[in-house]
């Protein structure tokens, strides 16, 4: 049985669906906790600037309605720029509001120097305001600058604030910095607030995250890692089904063997739902993770 932290899943698994379909299809498969999204122009399930305090009491609401308990925030803004900053202020809030002690985001659009300098001179004010809100914020490993925890946790180290830390994501580190993430995660160990679960299969830059124990992620490893280290933060599943108008390979054809339509690879929220319960199962498996098991979708 797995003693560490909560493992829930993010929102953003149904990206290109609504918030409803999203907690319903997280709840039906047997998770109790969640990573609610809020990224502006991609995966708008909760956003902070267009809420009012009676939307804030609907959305707690809702989850209680689906049984969800929510453990992080996705919000990824662009840390380099005072847009970004200020957008992300109020993802803070948000969290605060509704007791989400850690929120999520990337660095932003460092890939030249400027932009980087950017996001130095940034980061500081961002690091007093999760100060000010008691909200950690977790940098992803996510992009050139942190496609790795080596390359994260140096990043981590040059900011030096204990408000700004980082979440692994098991297979970016993997697309993007090209490393296995079951000897790279000790490089972020030291600093580690958040963790996404995602497997992945293909090199760097190849746009494949199947379900979870379908890939080649070694979470066995990853598991025994982080119990030897008492890691007790948050865990979330995130599977990107469909991104960048790239259908992944795991959905070339049907659990018959027939080739799925693209109508439905395109929009169906059960794809997901079939992604979510055959990661819920490999979970129970592998940790004797309590799961309620699928409900029908629309029943």
């Known amino acids: 049985m797995w003693k560490g932290g909560p493992i829930g899943c993010s929102t953003n698994c149904y990206h290109g669906f609504d918030l409803d379909t999203a907690l319903k299809g997280i709840a039906d498969a047997g998770f109790e906790y969640v990573e609610l999204t809020s990224v502006i122009d991609y995966t708008e399930h909760v956003m902070p600037e267009r809420m009012?305090?009676?939307?804030r009491e609907t959305l707690i609401t809702k989850l209680k309605k689906y049984g969800l308990s929510p453990i992080s925030l996705s919000g990824h803004s662009n840390l380099?720029?005072?847009?970004g900053v200020e957008s992300f202020k109020r993802r803070l809030d948000f969290a605060k509001d509704v007791g989400i002690t850690v929120v999520n985001t990337g660095p932003g659009d460092v890939e030249d120097s400027a932009g980087r300098k950017r996001f130095f001179d940034f980061v500081s004010e961002v690091a007093d305001y999760a100060a000010a809100t008691g909200v950690t914020v977790a940098l992803e490993t996510h992009g050139e600058l942190m496609g790795s925890g080596k390359a994260s946790a140096e990043i981590i180290r040059t900011i030096n604030s204990p408000w700004i830390l980082i979440n692994y994501d098991t297979g970016n580190v993997i697309?993007?910095?090209?490393?296995?993430?079951?000897?790279?995660?000790r490089f972020a160990l030291p600093y580690l607030a958040h963790i996404h679960l995602k497997d992945k299969r293909g090199g760097t830059k190849v746009w494949d995250f199947?379900?979870?124990?379908?890939?080649?992620?070694?979470?066995?490893?990853?598991?025994?890692?982080?119990s030897e280290e008492g890691y007790e933060g948050p865990i979330s599943v995130e599977i990107e089904v469909l991104g960048k108008d790239i259908i992944p390979a795991w959905l070339v054809s049907d659990e018959k063997g027939e080739i799925v339509s693209e109508e439905k690879r395109r929009y169906g929220p059960e794809i997901v739902d079939r992604a979510l319960d055959a990661s819920m199962g490999y979970l129970r498996t592998l940790l004797k993770h309590p799961g309620r098991g699928r409900k029908v979708r629309g029943r």
């Open 175 to 185: 697309f993007y910095g090209g490393v296995r993430p079951e000897e790279d995660i």
């Open 52 to 55: 009012t305090g009676e939307d």
């Open 80 to 83: 380099a720029s005072r847009e």
């Open 210 to 226: 199947p379900p979870l124990g379908a890939g080649e992620v070694d979470f066995p490893a990853i598991f025994k890692i982080l």
